[in-house]
């Protein structure tokens, strides 16, 4: 099989075969004296949005944050919800936490 046809066939792959997938290639990279694999995540964003909903006068999104260890692996937390929100000519931003009811959380803290 060759270097094409391994990466077509990454469109098979889920999610957590991916990350297997890019932990074995980070590792590899370092044998060959790599950077960026060394330097635990080689530029990848630390978050990324996985959801949004448009909500009221805003917009709620999921985020999962990725944190990497000494040994280039990725280690995913979340999601963790906020609004986003404009108020006063300015972006706001809320925090809701992990939940699995974001439009309840959000009312009970628009409240307070």
Do not use: C
Not at 40 to 47: D, I, L, M
Not at 49 to 74: I, T
Not at 77 to 87: D, K, L, Q
């Amino acid at each position: 099989m060759n270097v094409e046809e391994m990466i077509s066939e990454l469109k098979e792959f889920n999610q957590a075969e991916l990350t297997h997938l890019e932990t074995a290639l980070r590792s590899r990279l370092r044998e060959f004296g790599n950077e960026t694999a060394k330097e635990g995540g080689g530029g990848q964003p630390a978050s990324s949005v996985v959801e949004y909903r448009p909500y009221a006068d805003g917009m709620l999104q999921a985020e999962v944050r990725r944190y990497f260890r000494k040994d280039g692996s990725a280690k995913e937390h979340g999601p963790y919800w906020y609004f986003r929100y404009h108020e006063g000519g300015r972006q706001r931003m809320l925090y809701l936490g992990k939940t699995h009811d974001p439009e309840r959380e959000l009312a009970q803290r628009r409240v307070r």
